[in-house]
């Protein structure tokens, strides 16, 4: 009787980092876009950003960060922690915060 390893269901082709990647090459992108290209919860996404962050620089590749912003007033929280959207804003208090959004940059530079 042979044997009939179970194989597995490829249901993606990729991995959702590779998604997140390929996600990132396109137009800005929030947490909650990305999520939804990737396959991944939301609030997984700031930490898979961290690490991708690291492997894209070998690659020459960056990620580029928009930061998070109040729709009331404008203000722009750069010092923030750079992947996650604050929940309010600290200048008027507004909860109207525009998420920051990211995607790659790819150097052109040649070597
Ligand atoms: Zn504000």
Known sequence: ???????????????PRAALHEALLGAP?????????????????????????????????????????????SFVFKDRSRFTAPGRCPECQSPRIAP???HIEVKTTKG
């Open 1 to 15: 009787m042979p044997n009939k390893p179970p194989a597995p269901a490829p249901e993606r082709s990729a991995t």
């Open 29 to 73: 992108k929030t947490s909650k876009d990305l999520s939804a290209r990737a396959g991944l919860s939301e609030k997984e996404i700031p930490k898979h950003l961290e690490h991708l962050e690291k492997s894209l620089k070998a690659k020459g590749e960056r990620l580029v960060v928009k930061p998070a912003e109040c729709l009331a007033c």
């Open 100 to 102: 920051p959004a990211f």
